[in-house]
């Protein structure tokens, strides 16, 4: 991979760093209802601070289209960030003009400002290099820690890099080097495990995969979409009718690259999907009529796990069954309680990301027991797919030459 500048290139001390985070943290209620991806950029917050640097952070938050939100502004978020790190964080009203100017004149070395939601402005979606060459005009460095953001090519993410040395922060380091070790230069055989609803939304993702992993399981309810496609009665199940074609071509071109697919082989079935019907488990071939697969059954449980001996990496995005709802729940907790064993022994590196795989792990009781839990989503899945993300690639082009505008 990938040649770019970390934090160990950088000299900040007495210098305006401009750090790009991800702070669009999850709201409930008005109140921030998880606080990883907060903690998350401590390290580099901390880093930076501890070395001097007059630290800007930057961030969008929601998508509030280019206007002020009341309700997305990162006010609330500053705070908590001061919470987390127990630094002296402050918060300008505004990333441009002269409340941000205003604001970043008067930081100290080792002081923390937050400045408002980049997405308030509607250049920061745009991309537009005016908005980059204000953002930039502000710092004398860039650090780019919002990995999540990677797949945004966004003012703040992908345009501020022509005008500053740009380096990657110790979050983004650690995501590029966890993501390169499962799948540029992984430990083989390698393994993937793909689940969701819809073989439609990761139909890159699975061809990229193909070409990459010497194991795929598929899961979750695109697996029906493959059993259906070979002529299976799957009952009432979500399924894909106009992907059985498509399912087809990717079983074929698995079995032609030597890539084993492995679909469920049982499945834990109910006539209503709500919380703890009355459930059948049954092989796969005799699911009822009026019944919907919600989970893989014991049988295919079992399976996946005599799979886990023979794989040194393992990529997961996306659970087995509809976790959400019990008890399908339970292959996916399984699973995941037997690949963090593989883990701690030290006989699997595992890889996990995506927003629903993350809330998976987390439920599981595993989410520290992995090699690696990406905490973004989007970006995670483009990454996935083999695609070159905007954030990433402005980080590594110009390798921090600084480009006069
Ligand atoms: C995310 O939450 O995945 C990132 O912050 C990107 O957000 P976006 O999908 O609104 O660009
Ligand atoms: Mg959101």
Known sequence: MANFKTLDEASV???????RVDLNVPVRDGRISDLTRIERICPT?????????????????DRPGGQRVATMSLRPVAAALRDVTGLDVFFADDCLGPIAEDA?????????????????????????PEMARQLAALADIFVNDAFSSAHRAHASTAGIARHLPSHAGRLMQRELEALTAALEHPERPVGAIVGGAKVSTKLALIGNMLEKVDVLVIGGAMA??????????VG???????MHETAREILAEARARGCEIVLPIDA?????????PPTLVVPIGEVPADAMILDVGPATVELLKSKLPGLRTLVWNGPLGAFETPPF?????????????????????????????VAALKHAGVIDQMSYVSTAGGAF???LEGKLLPGILALQSLDGVVIPS
């Open 236 to 242: 009432k199940s979500l399924q894909e009718p106009n």
């Open 329 to 357: 729940d339970a292959a996916t907790v399984a699973l995941a309680h037997a690949v963090a064993e593989a883990t701690r022994a030290g006989k699997l590196r595992s890889v996990a990301g995506g927003g629903d795989t």
């Open 13 to 19: 001390t007495g210098k305006r760093v401009l750090l």
């Open 381 to 383: 899945l483009e990454w």
């Open 224 to 233: 029906n979409t493959f059993l259906a496609a070979q002529g299976i009665a």
């Open 104 to 128: 970043v004149a008067r930081l100290g070395n080792g002081q923390v400002l937050v400045l408002e939601n980049t997405r308030f402005h509607a250049g920061e979606e745009e991309n537009d």
């Open 268 to 276: 834990v079935t109910a006539t209503a999907f709500r919380d703890n």
């Open 45 to 61: 917050v901390a880093e930076l601070a501890r070395k001097g640097a007059r630290v800007i952070v930057v961030s969008h938050f």
